[in-house]
């Protein structure tokens, strides 16, 4: 079946512009995340939706970072007055079962943002 | 939350069996063990994971000790398509979230 997509693959944008990058899970996961990966960096988490409970939003940077998720399927990640530190592949999973300690996260390819 | 102690790189011949280790010495009773890879310019890969037993799938076996302060996982015939950053992880203890904390992971390096 299909897995995890985003989009766009590349983007670059300039600094000071808004950005919005779209993930489409696994159809029927109901766990969405949001990860990204700078330069030689590990993997960094910034968001999770679970159902129609809460986000948990405690790994987005600043308040220019913002998702939503429509309809319990597609995730849209918004980045405001993009920095040139935001560059960076944005990476996306879901998952089926979010039971603690017991789901398997599937990734998608990413989004490689490029701020000049 | 329970944090883990890779070695940076490792090397493994061709169809030899690749044996990477893991320290999570601090980890607690209702925390797994998983592991993740990531090939170069892809997003990370589900490998494997395990509370207490020994586990194996298609891919790997995961190998956790009794006192469950390491785990080894064990590719046993290595090609050169495994080479990737192998990262373990142990789960947060939170209530309601699933997010992964990576580490640096170990870099695994296939050689022909």
């Known amino acids: 079946g299909a897995g995890v997509s985003q989009s766009p693959s590349n983007k670059v944008t300039e600094k000071g512009k808004d950005v919005e990058l779209r993930c489409d899970p696994i159809?029927?996961?109901?766990?969405l995340y949001w990860y990204r990966q700078s330069l030689g960096q590990g993997l960094e988490f910034l968001i999770y939706?679970?159902?129609?409970?809460?986000?948990?939003k405690s790994g987005l940077p600043s308040d220019r970072f913002s998702a939503e998720r429509t309809g319990g399927s597609v995730s849209t990640l918004t980045i405001q007055r993009t920095q040139q530190e935001d560059s960076a592949v944005y990476l996306c999973?879901?998952?089926?079962?979010?039971?603690?300690?017991?789901?398997?996260?599937?990734f998608g390819p990413g989004t490689r943002l490029t701020v000049t | 939350d329970a944090k883990t102690t890779q070695p940076p790189s490792m090397d493994c011949a061709e169809g030899r069996a690749a044996n990477l280790p893991c320290n999570h010495s601090?980890?607690?009773?209702?925390?797994?063990v998983y592991w993740y890879r990531q090939i170069h310019s892809q997003g990370p890969q589900y490998i494997i994971h395990g509370l207490k037993n020994n586990e194996t799938n298609e891919m790997a076996s995961l190998i956790i000790t009794e006192d469950r302060k390491s785990s080894t996982l064990i590719l046993p015939h290595a090609t050169l398509r495994d080479t990737a950053v192998y990262y373990c992880?142990?789960?947060?203890?939170?209530?309601?979230?699933?997010?992964?904390?990576f580490g640096q992971g170990t870099t695994l390096q296939v050689k022909p």
């Open positions: 992880i142990v789960r947060p203890r939170s209530g309601n979230t699933g997010k992964l904390i």
């Open positions: 999973a879901s998952s089926q079962l979010a039971a603690i300690g017991r789901d398997e996260q599937y």
């Open positions: 159809s029927g996961h109901t766990a």
């Open positions: 601090t980890i607690s009773g209702n925390e797994y």
């Open positions: 939706f679970q159902g129609n409970s809460a986000p948990d």
